[in-house]
């Protein structure tokens, strides 16, 4: 889902640190095995090197997240940010993939579902995250490619 505010409106609120922006920022729960695997996904695969990951549990990921209606407290969605524009849930994923190129722009596929059915999927998936992929601690990964993306 696209959260409708204008591009990079979170550079005019003053509870977000600065932070570099350019390219695509991932904020993802740094206490969910599937994040983390996302995370590590993302990592493995951005030839570029151009994306960011930031800890929903940061002080800049709390901010992000709240800048975005998004509760860090409990999250049950990530949040994805592509050239100022937020995005959340499977639509986010989508966007990821279709970022990362090569095989995984298939992902758009997902977008054939109608709206109401992706939402559901996700949110299902979101709710029993730790029960089906259990906890983790993204922050002290010793994988060296997704180290040096994560703003902590």
């Known amino acids: 889902m696209e959260i409708k505010q204008r591009q990079f409106s979170y550079r005019d609120d003053a509870s977000i640190p600065p932070f570099p922006d350019q390219g695509p920022v991932s904020v993802m729960d740094a206490s969910c095995g599937l994040c983390a695997k996302g995370a590590a996904w993302i990592a493995r695969n951005d030839r570029n090197q151009e994306f960011r990951i930031i800890p929903l549990q940061s002080k800049l990921g709390e901010a992000l997240a709240s ?45 054939i579902l109608p709206k109401p059915l992706r939402d559901r999927m996700y949110s299902v998936v979101a709710r029993n995250r730790y029960k089906f992929f259990g906890r983790t601690d993204l922050c002290s990964t010793q994988d060296p490619e997704l180290r040096k993306r994560l703003l902590l």
């Open 67 to 111: 800048h975005y209606g998004l509760d860090p407290a409990n999250p049950s969605s990530w949040l994805f940010l592509e050239n100022g524009t937020a995005y959340t849930s499977l639509d986010a994923f989508v966007r990821v993939g279709e970022r990362l190129g090569g095989v995984w722009k298939t992902l758009r596929i997902l977008m």
